[in-house]
Structures are given as C-alpha cells and as structure tokens.
C-alpha cells in the first residue's frame, strides 16, 4: 500500500529563518515523489519533484529512501512561502496515481 | 495556454439530492483524473480516464458516484444520492501524455467545486 504522512499541520516561521516541511512515506517499489502547493485563492500546483533534482523559489527537497523520506527544505523563508504544502507520491506501477499527504501549512511572518 | 476549467464553483444541496459537476481539461490533455478533498485531508483520487477509458476507479463508491468522458474531452461527475459525508471539493486534474511506464507526468489542476451537503 502506498502511503504519505506529513506530521506537522501548520509550521509557523519568522521571514529569514530556515524552513523544513517533513514528508514520509511507505511503498515497497521505487517511488516518484513530489511537492504540490496551493496559494491562497489559487489552483493546486507542482512545485517541485524529486527526479528533477532542481530548486524552485529556493525550496529543494532530496529523496532518502533509507529513511523513507522527502522532506522539503529552503534555507530562508520569505512572506510569499505562505501556502498550503502537499507531499505526494507516485508508484512504479500502475497508472501515474497520485497518493497524496494531508498537507502542512506554512505561515512566514514578518 | 487555458487551464483545467470546472464548473460549478460551490453548490449546496440537501441529502439524498443529486449533483453533477463538470470538467473541461487542457487541450490535447490525454489523462484526466477526478479528486474528492475533505477538509483537513489531502486530495483523494476518485477515478482516472486515459482519453476515454477508465484506467482506476478503484475508490470511487460506484453505488452512488459516477463519471464519464465523452469524446476523451469534457468530463463530468455525478454524485446520486448524496451523503452528508461527500461534503468536500472536487477537483479536476489533467495531464499531457497517456500512461507509457515513464516517469509521471505533471497534474494540472483546476479551480475546484466546493460542495456542500445539509
């Protein structure tokens, strides 16, 4: 069974400071992994995936699969980070579902 | 390039009612995938259409949800009759190429219908 865990519902964060969204999941084959994210008053969308190996609006995120893990990392917050964080995962079988975390929200304050 | 369109935004209606919602996914999108978000939770997959085929609909509750994709274009989604428990938003999402053992590709998504069941 294919499964994402993401502990933290809401992470709150001063603007400067580091900022770590945690992501775990459970899957026996080899796994794609991505973060989605919602702006408020905006559409779900990719903002980065594991495969890509790239930093977008200075988030990375790095696949441990010793620990299961994909957390997503950016060295200093900014007040626009504000937004809705979904960890997904997509199995090497089947047909591209998408299994998704229940999301953590971020807050950045000034 | 136009996104993922849904329509209705909100719709509310009583229990044992029913309800349809739309989707129109982005041009020359093959894949097409519905999703249930209770609040709280992360988005569920419902059903995936590749073109018109049914691919997973493996939690879809099937005695009382329905889709279907004509012409492998326009989607819609009913729901008859609803629970109080399908309170939710339903999301629409498309992707560009068929399913080929590749990577996955990136899910588009619409704006969402916000359902509410008294």
């Known amino acids: 069974a ?11 964060v001063f603007k400067g400071a580091p900022v770590e969204l945690k992501c775990n999941y459970s899957y026996s084959g080899s796994p794609e992994l991505f973060w989605y994210v919602q702006y408020s008053r905006q559409r779900l969308q990719l903002l980065l995936r594991h495969i ?33 964080y979904y960890c ?23 | ?11 509310i209606i009583e229990k044992r009612q029913s309800v349809a919602f739309w989707c129109n996914p982005i041009s020359g999108h093959a894949t097409l995938y519905w999703y249930q978000q209770i609040l709280g939770q992360g988005p569920k997959l419902l059903i995936q259409f590749q073109n018109n085929g049914v691919v997973d609909d493996s939690q879809l509750p099937k005695d009382r949800f329905s889709a279907e994709r004509l012409k492998g274009v326009d989607s819609t989604l009913k729901i008859q009759p609803a629970k109080l428990e399908d309170s939710a938003v339903y999301l629409c999402a498309s992707s560009p190429t068929p399913f080929s053992g590749g990577s996955t590709d990136t899910q588009y998504f619409g704006p969402g219908t916000r359902l509410t069941v008294l």
Do not use: C, W
Not at chain 1, 2 to 11: C, D, G, I, S
Not at chain 1, 52 to 72: Q, V, Y
Not at chain 1, 90 to 106: A, C, E, H, N
């Open chain 1, 2 to 12: 294919q499964r994402v865990t993401q502990p933290e519902k809401l992470l709150s």
């Open chain 2, 1 to 11: 390039e136009a996104g993922v369109a849904q329509s209705p935004r909100y719709k």
């Open chain 1, 88 to 110: 997904a995962l997509s199995g090497d079988t089947g047909f591209q579902k998408l299994v998704f975390g229940t999301g953590t929200r971020l807050l950045v304050s000034p």
């Open chain 1, 52 to 84: 890509s190996r790239e930093s977008i609006k200075g988030f990375t995120a790095d696949l441990n699969k010793g620990e299961t893990s994909f957390h997503l990392k950016k060295p200093f917050a900014q007040e626009e980070d504000s937004a809705m």
